[in-house]
C-alpha cells in the first residue's frame, strides 16, 4: 500500500441511492478528497445526484467512471449481489475502493475479494458505519484503557419499528432488498446484521462459535425477527447475545431508518453502554459508564448517525493519502461476513455452528 501525492483524492461513487446521500456529506469540506463523479443506471438518478452533490460529471455506466483518469477511489454503494464482480473490477482498473456493507453474499465471494485486495496495491475497506459512529469508539476505548476491567459478556439488541420523522424505503430499493438472489435475504442479519456482528467483534474481538434461536422459516427481509443470537468468543470464557425485534407498531424518533440499536459490555469492574444509533428511541445520553459504584453519563458525544458517515468517508480518503489501513480490512470483513453466515446456518440447521479458519469455508455444525 503507497502513499498518495499531495493532491486531494479524487472519488467516484457508483450507485446513488438514499444512504449515498449519507456518504456524500464526507466530501463537503474534505482536505483529502473530492467527489468527481456518480454513476447509477437509473434514468436521471446520477445527473442529479451529481449536480446535488457537486461533482461535476455523472455515467450511467459505472464501467465509463472506471474509465475516468480523474478517478482514484470508489465508493461501491450497490445491492448486495454486485458487490463481488464490481468490486472486482474496480481493483482491476487501479481504484482505491470503500465497499459498502456487506461484504459480500458468500465466503467464496469473500475470499475472491481477499485475494483481489491481496495483489492490489490500493487501499481496500468494506465500510461499515457503526465503526466510525463516536459513541462506539467511545465505549471500545473505555473497555482498551480497562475501565470496566477484563470483558465478560455482551448484549446487543436491534429493534425495527415504526420511525418517526425518518425515511421510507423507496420502491426501488424495496424491489432488490425483496429478492433474496440480490439481497441474500434475512436481512435482519445479513444486512443491519453485519453493523451488528462487526461491533460485537469491535468491543470483544474474535467469534468463535454461534447459535441462533428464531421461530421463523422464510426467507422475508426481516423473517429472523424475534431472534436470540448467542456468541462465543474467542480466547476465554466471553460469551455474548444479540437480540433481533420487528415491533411494526413501535414509534421509533429517528432521522432515517425506522430502528434503533443498543450495546451493553459488562467487565470484572464495570459497565458501559452504548444506548443508541440509528435512531434515538430511548433519548438518554449515548453513553454510559458504571464503575466502582459511580454511574457516569457522557453527553458530549457526536451521536448522531451522519456523523459516521462523514467520520468514515473522511477516513477513507485520509487512508490513501497516507498509504494506511482504515477500518475493516479484507480479512476482519471476511470474519464479520462469516458470523453473519453462521447466524443463518445456525437458524436453519438449530445446530451451534463452529467458525471456521479464513482458509476453510466449511462450518462444522454441533
Not at 94 to 111: F, I, N, R, Y
Not at 190 to 216: C, F, K, N, Q, R
Not at 247 to 256: E, G, M, N, S, W
Request: with cysteine; net charge negative; proline share 4%.
Amino acid at each position: 500500500m503507497r502513499a498518495m501525492a499531495s493532491e486531494r483524492v479524487g472519488v467516484g461513487f457508483i450507485g446513488a441511492g438514499q444512504i449515498a446521500g449519507l456518504h456524500a456529506l464526507a466530501y463537503e469540506d474534505d482536505p483529502n478528497g473530492r467527489l468527481v463523479a456518480v454513476a447509477d443506471i437509473a434514468d436521471g438518478v446520477a445527473e442529479r445526484r451529481s449536480a446535488e452533490w457537486g461533482a461535476g460529471r455523472w455515467y450511467s455506466d459505472y464501467r465509463e467512471l472506471l474509465a475516468d483518469p480523474e478517478i482514484d477511489a470508489v465508493e461501491i454503494i450497490l445491492p448486495h449481489h454486485l458487490h463481488l464482480p464490481v468490486t472486482l473490477e474496480a481493483l482491476a482498473a487501479g481504484k482505491h475502493v470503500s465497499l459498502q456493507k456487506p461484504m459480500c453474499l458468500s465466503l467464496a465471494e469473500a475470499d475472491e475479494i481477499v485475494a483481489a485486495g491481496a495483489r492490489s496495491d490500493r487501499v481496500f475497506r468494506v465500510f461499515d458505519n457503526f465503526r466510525s459512529y463516536e459513541p462506539y469508539r467511545l465505549a471500545r476505548r473505555l473497555i482498551d484503557e480497562g475501565e470496566i476491567g477484563e470483558p465478560l459478556s455482551l448484549r446487543m439488541k436491534n429493534i425495527s419499528g415504526r420511525g418517526v420523522g425518518g425515511w421510507t424505503h423507496t420502491p426501488e430499493a424495496r424491489a432488490w432488498r425483496d429478492d433474496t438472489a440480490q439481497s441474500g435475504g434475512h436481512l435482519a442479519i445479513l444486512d443491519h446484521g453485519y453493523h451488528m456482528a462487526s461491533i460485537a467483534m469491535y468491543l470483544m474481538g474474535p467469534v468463535e462459535s454461534v447459535h441462533t434461536l428464531s421461530t421463523s422459516d422464510d426467507d422475508a427481509p426481516f423473517s429472523a425477527a424475534p431472534a436470540m443470537i448467542s456468541l462465543r468468543f474467542s480466547g476465554g470464557n466471553r460469551l455474548g447475545s444479540w437480540e433481533i425485534v420487528r415491533a411494526p407498531d413501535l414509534q421509533v424518533r429517528t432521522k432515517y431508518y425506522g430502528g434503533d440499536e443498543w450495546v451493553e459490555v459488562t467487565g470484572t469492574r464495570g459497565v458501559v453502554w452504548v444506548n443508541r444509533c440509528s435512531g434515538n428511541l430511548l433519548g438518554v445520553p449515548p453513553v454510559t459508564l458504571y464503575r466502582d459504584g459511580v454511574t457516569r453519563q457522557f453527553s458530549d458525544v457526536e451521536a448522531e448517525w451522519d456523523a459516521s458517515f462523514r467520520a468514515g468517508g473522511r477516513e477513507f480518503t485520509q487512508a490513501i493519502r497516507e498509504g494506511t489501513q482504515p477500518e475493516l480490512d479484507a480479512s476482519e470483513a471476511r470474519s464479520v461476513l462469516a458470523i453473519c453466515l453462521a447466524a443463518l446456518d445456525s437458524k436453519r440447521t438449530g445446530g451451534t455452528i463452529t467458525l471456521a479458519e479464513p482458509e476453510n469455508e466449511e462450518v462444522k455444525v454441533l
